[in-house]
């Protein structure tokens, strides 16, 4: 099946993009890609750095045959997705950070950012947009001072420049796999394939939840519905519903 790529020089942010179209009725499959973002968007209102024509910045639209209460597990789905292509290119070298990172080298390489439709929204068919962004060929002085000991790109991992557009298309094709597997066969041997590659897994963490409390303690994993668990020092299992994830500095 052939599906659409919208190509543009430059957008604010390649997801806001994709949701006015998907709005004006884009079809599952759809992918809006720009050269470089001005106002690129990460998780929980943080910037996404967007260097021009180094990295992939794209949104791909979905319209997911699952009940809209599923739609939240699709970061995960869509983590392994693009996992499974960045491993293909950097010998299997990639972890996924709860709930959206994707890490080479314990350095952040790539994130996604999923949006839904509105809630009120009375589409027949709801969709998704997955907001992907990947370091593919930077170089460490392309990143701010202040982030180059967090953070890695393919090319600094592996040495080759990759075709953005040729990982552009791959990973579609792997995303719409990977979501057929989830409408087929459910949530849980994708989620099997995440929990591989989790980077966060029996480390020390620290998580600052929706409701601002700091919880300390050793993460366990997502569980079966793919939220992730921390165990504090006082033996108490707290659920992370949402909140900024990071590794305790002790
Ligand atoms: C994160 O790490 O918090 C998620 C980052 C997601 C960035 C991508 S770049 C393409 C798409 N458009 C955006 O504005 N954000 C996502």
Redesign the pocket.
């Known amino acids: 099946m052939l599906y659409s790529t919208y190509y543009f020089k430059s957008l604010e942010?390649?997801?806001?993009k994709a949701k006015e179209m998907a709005d004006n009725g884009a079809g599952s499959g759809t992918a809006v890609v720009a050269e470089y973002?001005t106002?690129?968007?990460?998780?929980?209102g943080?910037d996404?750095h967007?260097v021009a024509g180094k990295g992939l910045?794209?949104?791909i639209i979905i319209r997911p045959d699952l009940d809209p209460i599923e739609f939240p597990k699709i970061t995960l789905v869509a983590g392994v997705a693009v996992s499974i292509v960045l491993d293909k290119v950097s010998n299997n070298l990639t972890q996924l950070k709860w709930p959206?990172?994707i890490y080479i080298s314990g350095k952040?390489c790539g994130?996604?950012?999923t949006e839904s439709s509105p809630l009120t929204s009375s589409d027949a068919s709801p969709y998704v947009v997955i907001?992907?962004?990947i370091n593919v060929g930077h170089e460490l002085a392309d990143f701010p001072l202040e982030l180059q000991k967090m953070v890695t790109s393919v090319f600094i991992e592996t040495g080759i420049k990759h075709s953005i557009d040729d990982l552009l298309q791959t990973i579609r094709k792997e995303l719409l796999f990977q979501i057929e597997r989830f409408e087929d066969e459910g949530f849980q041997s994708i989620l099997n394939e995440w929990r591989r590659k989790d980077f966060l897994l029996g480390k020390r963490m620290e998580c600052v939840d929706t409701s601002g409390k700091i919880i300390e303690g050793v993460a366990l994993g997502p569980d079966d519905s793919g939220q992730l668990h921390v165990r504090s020092d006082d033996g108490r299992i707290h659920e992370v519903l949402s909140g900024d994830v990071r590794l305790a500095s002790r």
């Open positions: 942010s390649t997801n806001s973002q106002k690129g968007r990460g998780r929980l943080k996404w967007s910045y794209c949104s959206n990172d952040k994130g996604i950012l907001g992907i962004g």
